[in-house]
């Protein structure tokens, strides 16, 4: 959800009120996505590497995303949204981290719509973590090397249990993955958006899905030997 800085300054405003603009768009943007069939959207709220930025802006992002929760949570149940969140929340102030995890407890039977949620995360951070933990369990006799594949790594992602990312879209025009679930997006269609992500609505939303539609995924085969799954 890249480009409410941008946004904000293009319009003589606070840093912010872009990033409050941004926050709102997300509500509606989960929404629209329900309303498309969409089951899953995983959206990149705070990375590790966003503790750079100045104190002010970041305790203000803080704030910004608790009252988000507070002011759309009978909405989000309404919708029988699950809250999940990844990335490194004991670093996070009690007064996002309390909120979040009474959310995640309270949203854990909704089935209809998983919105997961990145906060102070890193895919590289996360693959480190799974590798140390793939390591620990060889060391202890656990787990023979031999027996390191695949579904051993993405057990010990902090994406477990969910599925990998059909879409990836990065807002703003910018061309990069910028450290997010790059070992889940291997096989994922890739769409740069070219609005800030404030003005990404549900027209832009649209228009991202029926890009997707129109590629053909081939997983490293031919067209020929593709199967579509059994369900959407």
Not at 48 to 63: I, T
Not at 138 to 144: C, D, F, H, P, W
Not at 187 to 202: H, L, N, Q, R, S
Not at 218 to 232: I, L
Request: glycine letters at 6%.
């Amino acid at each position: 959800m890249d480009g409410n800085g941008r946004w904000a300054a293009a319009k003589g405003l606070p840093r912010l009120e872009g990033h409050r603009r941004g926050a709102e768009r997300l509500i509606e943007i989960v929404d629209a996505c329900i309303d498309a069939g969409v089951n899953t959207l995983t959206v990149f709220a705070f990375s590790a590497e966003n503790w750079k930025r100045p104190l002010e802006e970041v305790s203000g992002l803080f704030k910004l995303g608790e009252w988000i929760l507070r002011a759309h949570l009978a909405r989000l149940e309404k919708r029988k949204v699950r809250l999940h969140v990844i990335g490194d929340v004991t670093a996070l102030p009690d007064f996002v981290r309390s909120p979040l995890q009474d959310v995640i407890k309270s949203s854990q039977d909704n089935t209809a719509f998983n919105l997961v949620v990145a906060l102070n995360y890193g895919a590289r951070q996360e693959i480190v973590a799974a590798a140390r933990s793939l390591a620990a369990d060889v060391a202890a006799g656990k787990l023979q090397p031999d027996a390191v594949d695949w579904a051993a790594v993405e057990a010990r992602l902090q994406t477990a249990g969910l599925p990998d990312p059909d879409l990836i879209i990065r807002t703003s025009g910018e061309f990069r993955l910028s450290n997010f679930l790059l070992l889940q997006s291997a096989y994922a269609e890739i769409v740069f958006a070219p609005v800030f992500w404030p003005d990404f609505d549900k027209a832009q939303l649209q228009l991202a899905l029926a890009e997707y539609a129109r590629r053909e995924r081939r997983y490293g085969m031919t067209g020929a030997q593709v199967q579509p799954p059994a369900q959407a």
